[in-house]
């Protein structure tokens, strides 16, 4: 049978080794693949010579702002912009306005999505206090898991005090779901905030007023928890090496936990980018060049399972208040950023293997959060949802040009001349981006659902 599409010499990064050859779709899955020079005729046949060839990403970590704060971001632009970046699935984060609690806000997210997503979504459903009712609906629903604050996160979502914690993951792990949790100890960080209150505001007071011993001390209690409770638990936006490690040890105590970090704690700190100001103000903090470089070893031996964007921009505005840096708004634009630049400082400057590429930016989220094998490989079978990347091609960032709402050109990274970039996103067999331009309409994405999942 003629193939729809062929992608041939390209460097595939496939679940069974990485090899130079092609990869053929047939009605938007995955027909076949191999090494060498393509077998048959395709209806359309591009080259990928000199290119890697990846699954396409999978984004644990992104807020859209959609409903609620559209002017920030919404479904739309920062769908776009994911796939720009590589993205062909999100995992939409629930706490939107109104969160993601129960049926209603759920159908009204999902009814946003399908109308605006240009590439496959699924739905974080929110655990508050006040929602502990609506857990199992929202499962019924399709959610991918359950986030929960551990300190205040705004007006708008309910946050979890330990006694709300427990509650909540003793729920969720009777639904079988999973449980991912900001974590940040409230005394800690309010503590710390008081002390370094006098201070003029910087990045570096940012980071001592949230320090890491908030993060870890947060970070143990929830893995206690999830010994005690049987839950699975997913830490979110890990940033610091410290939580790394205590992962790893309860990893191998039998705990069922996996770890998210962002492209901005493995390439950004509160030393070299200071100059950032409020713009890289994000919680938790950017930490020293130490931490950063330290979180890196446990990205590179896998004790950091998968790469989240917590992409979250503001307007300049929010930003830059009059009051200063403490009034600041926390969060920072990165899906349009986060591959290249994690290929470029992981596999080109770090030598990571381009298997576990793949698996921290793809496939180890889908098997955790049950899309695997239809998502995240490159395998016969799975949706053929792809990326070609060119790990040889200069260019100069600048945010005016991408398709985020989010032009403020002071984020993180504005003006860095990258040396890979993403040429082609293809989703379920489509090119929904190719070389700056995107090629679908709103609405192409597709509401995905958990079905089982597996730990990576
Ligand atoms: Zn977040």
């Known amino acids: 049978m003629k193939a729809d599409l062929i992608v041939q010499n390209a460097r595939i990064v496939a679940q069974t080794g990485v090899f130079v050859g092609w990869l053929a779709v047939q009605d938007g899955r995955i027909a076949a693949l191999g090494e060498g020079p393509a077998p048959g005729p395709a209806k359309t046949v591009l080259d990928g010579t000199g290119q890697v060839l990846l699954p396409g990403a999978i984004d644990t970590h992104p807020h859209f702002f959609d409903p609620g704060a559209e002017w920030r971001e919404d479904l739309r632009c920062g769908?776009?912009?994911?796939?720009?970046?590589?993205?062909?699935?999100?995992?939409?984060?629930?706490?939107?306005?109104?969160?993601?609690?129960?049926?209603?806000?759920?159908?009204?997210?999902a009814g946003r999505a399908q109308q605006n997503s240009l590439i496959d979504f699924a739905l974080w459903g929110s655990a508050m206090p006040s929602n502990l009712d609506e857990l199992g609906r929202l499962a019924e629903l399709g959610c991918v898991g359950y986030k929960a604050f551990t300190l205040d996160a705004g007006p708008d979502f309910d946050w979890s005090d330990e006694y709300g914690q427990l509650r909540e993951m003793q729920a969720v792990a009777a639904l079988g779901g999973i449980f991912g949790a900001h974590?940040?100890?409230?005394?800690?960080?309010?503590?710390?905030?008081?002390?370094?209150?006098?201070?003029?505001?910087?990045?570096?007071?940012?980071?001592?007023?949230?320090?890491?011993?908030?993060?870890?001390?947060?970070?143990?209690?929830?893995?206690?928890?999830?010994?005690?409770?049987?839950?699975?638990?997913?830490?979110?936006?890990?940033?610091?090496?410290?939580?790394?490690?205590?992962?790893?040890?309860?990893?191998?105590?039998?705990?069922?936990?996996?770890?998210?970090?962002?492209?901005?704690?493995?390439?950004?700190?509160?030393?070299?980018?200071?100059?950032?100001?409020?713009?890289?103000?994000?919680?938790?903090?950017?930490?020293?060049?130490?931490?950063?470089?330290?979180?890196?070893?446990?990205?590179?031996?896998?004790?950091?399972?998968?790469?989240?964007?917590?992409?979250?921009?503001?307007?300049?505005?929010?930003?830059?208040?009059?009051?200063?840096?403490?009034?600041?708004?926390?969060?920072?634009?990165?899906?349009?950023?986060?591959?290249?630049?994690?290929?470029?400082?992981?596999?080109?400057?770090?030598?990571?293997?381009?298997?576990?590429?793949?698996?921290?930016?793809?496939?180890?989220?889908?098997?955790?959060?049950?899309?695997?094998?239809?998502?995240?490989?490159?395998?016969?079978?799975?949706?053929?949802?792809?990326?070609?990347?060119?790990?040889?091609?200069?260019w100069t960032f600048s945010r005016k040009n991408s398709f985020s709402k989010s032009k403020a050109a002071r984020f993180g990274h504005e003006g860095r001349t990258l040396r890979c970039r993403v040429t082609l996103t293809c989703l379920r067999g489509v090119p929904v981006y190719a070389n700056g331009r995107i090629l679908q309409q709103p609405g192409f994405g597709r509401l995905v659902r958990p079905q089982g999942g597996d730990r990576p």
Request: with cysteine.
């Open 183 to 394: 974590a940040e100890n409230p005394a800690l960080v309010n503590g710390f905030s008081g002390a370094h209150a006098g201070e003029e505001w910087s990045l570096a007071v940012h980071d001592a007023s949230r320090p890491w011993q908030a993060e870890l001390t947060a970070i143990n209690t929830l893995l206690l928890y999830a010994r005690l409770t049987g839950c699975r638990l997913h830490i979110c936006h890990l940033s610091i090496p410290e939580g790394a490690a205590l992962i790893a040890q309860a990893k191998k105590q039998g705990v069922d936990v996996t770890a998210e970090t962002c492209a901005h704690y493995l390439t950004l700190n509160y030393e070299d980018n200071a100059a950032l100001g409020a713009f890289a103000k994000i919680n938790p903090p950017l930490r020293s060049r130490a931490r950063m470089e330290k979180l890196w070893e446990y990205v590179m031996d896998g004790g950091i399972d998968y790469l989240g964007t917590d992409h979250a921009p503001y307007l300049e505005e929010e930003k830059l208040p009059p009051e200063g840096g403490r009034a600041a708004a926390c969060g920072a634009p990165e899906i349009d950023l986060a591959i290249p630049l994690l290929f470029e400082e992981g596999v080109l400057d770090r030598g990571m293997d381009l298997q576990r590429f793949a698996a921290f930016t793809s496939t180890n989220a889908a098997r955790r959060f049950g899309l695997y094998p239809r998502k995240g490989t490159l395998a016969v079978g799975a949706d053929a949802d792809f990326i070609l990347l060119d790990p040889n091609s200069p």
């Open 79 to 109: 769908t776009q912009a994911a796939a720009s970046g590589g993205y062909t699935t999100i995992l939409d984060m629930p706490n939107t306005s109104p969160p993601v609690k129960d049926e209603a806000t759920w159908q009204l997210k």
